[in-house]
């Protein structure tokens, strides 16, 4: 987490919570965010950005992050609350969710990207805050593992989309998919490569 100014963080207690989200850019399912509180007596030592990690050590950190955070929860907003929201409400109402999820009250809020969520809880916004935070980079790898497996059970069930490989983006695996099968219950209508197909 280095190659970035010193982060300033206007709290100094034990209930900062860094909150971040996975699945914004996906044709289908719901977007994810965690909240997590890390516990400064059980240190875990590789949190990063999950995108630069393996699916084997996203997966170990996931456990790690779960066994010894102080306070961890996942949280989602559905396919349909993206369409009725659209995905930029829909990611910080599946935040809200997250830190309400939180079984210790955050007392400050680091939240990935530019903008807050609209929570009550004061906090600040971290620009790659995954990379430079070790709870935001928690909260990024508890999300990514959790809509990561939401894929994979719909490949499971949808094995012709190709779900597990390309997790819901639009790749030319998925977007050929849609040419040739249309659309499922799960993708998001409001999407412009899905908007033009009707309901199976």
């Known amino acids: 987490m280095t190659d970035f100014p010193p982060l300033v963080i206007d709290y100094h207690g034990s209930r900062l919570a860094g909150v971040d989200e ?12 965690a909240a997590v509180i890390l516990d400064p007596a059980r240190p875990i030592e590789g949190l990063a950005d ?64 530019n903008r807050m969520p609209g929570h009550h809880v004061p906090g600040q916004c971290v620009v790659k805050g995954d990379r430079r935070h070790a709870a935001i980079g928690a909260a990024s790898i508890l999300a990514k593992v959790t809509r990561d497996a939401q894929m994979v059970a719909l490949h499971e069930r949808h094995p012709e989309y190709g779900f597990a490989r390309h997790k819901g983006y639009p790749t030319r695996e998925h977007l050929a998919a849609l040419e040739r099968l249309g659309p499922l219950e799960e993708h998001r209508r409001s999407f412009a490569p899905v908007k033009q197909w009707q309901l199976l």
Do not use: W
Request: proline share 3%.
């Open 22 to 33: 996975v699945g914004r850019g996906p044709l289908v399912g719901a977007v994810v965010a």
């Open 50 to 113: 999950s995108k630069t990690l393996s699916e084997k050590r996203r997966l170990a950190l996931a456990d790690a992050i779960r066994e010894q955070a102080a306070a961890c929860a996942v949280a989602e907003a559905s396919a349909e609350e993206i369409d009725a929201l659209n995905i930029f409400h829909a990611t910080h109402l599946a935040m809200r969710r997250a830190i309400d999820a939180l079984p210790m009250t955050a007392e400050y809020l680091l939240v990935d990207g």
